[in-house]
């Protein structure tokens, strides 16, 4: 699983994990984002909250995970922003109990306020793919089309300044104590995530490699 605050890479880092070893990952951000984006009232409702910043309840979030295990969980799975909370944490260990499986790896992405801030400013997210870029990269900002589908990069409503402090707020209050939560499980490795996407890949893939073996 990959933890950290908004714009710690972890969806980067999803990304790149799916395109070089194979493994599906789940997201409960993009699962949302699509619910929404196809109108469904889970969607709408998940949507009003995300963009004032806040998270979406534990409940909602644990049976979108479930759902997704039923059909994708056969092999190995990485999460991207699942636990954010403790209670999620609670409710992921129940479930893979039941599943007789364990937890191998659990990265944290480590970023200063000023990466967060820096990153969030200049993001654009492919509207179709979810790929994730910034306005510096590539000359997006003339052309903000995905490299890899053709689709519209955009800028995430809940990427806004004043929705970012909410999150940065909620990310303290509710998603930092799994730290604690995690600490006493050697699964857990701290990662710094605010160098380039390929130097924390090296760190990240290295872990992976390690736990393959
Ligand atoms: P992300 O794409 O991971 O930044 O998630 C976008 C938004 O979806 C978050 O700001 C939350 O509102 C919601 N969300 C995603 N994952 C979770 C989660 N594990 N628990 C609660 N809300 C979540």
Not at 13 to 20: D, F, K, L
Request: glycine letters at 8%.
């Amino acid at each position: 699983m990959l933890l950290g605050a908004p714009g710690s890479g972890k969806g980067t880092q999803a990304e790149m994990i799916t395109r070089h070893f194979a493994i599906a990952v789940t997201s409960p951000g993009t699962i949302l984002r699509r619910e929404r984006d196809l109108g469904t009232p889970l969607g709408i409702k998940a949507d009003e909250i995300s963009k004032q910043g806040g998270l979406v309840p534990d409940e909602i979030i644990v049976y979108l995970i479930e759902d997704w295990l039923v059909l994708h969980g056969k092999d190995g799975f990485v999460f991207d922003g699942f636990p954010r909370t403790v209670k999620q944490g609670e409710r992921l260990n129940e479930i893979l109990q039941k599943r007789q499986t364990a937890l191998d790896l659990a990265i944290w992405l480590e970023v200063s306020e000023r990466t967060v801030r820096d990153r969030i400013a200049g993001r654009l997210q492919c509207r179709r793919c979810g790929f994730t870029t910034s306005l510096t990269s590539a000359g997006f900002a003339e052309r903000p089309i995905c490299p890899y589908c053709d689709g519209p990069l955009v800028r995430r409503h809940d990427d806004d300044a004043s929705v970012l402090e909410t999150r940065l707020a909620e990310f303290k209050t509710k998603t930092e104590p799994l730290l604690s939560f995690y600490e006493k499980d050697d699964a857990l490795h701290r990662i710094d995530g605010n160098r380039d996407r390929e130097t924390v890949f090296a760190d990240v893939s290295a872990l992976i490699e390690e736990r393959m073996r």
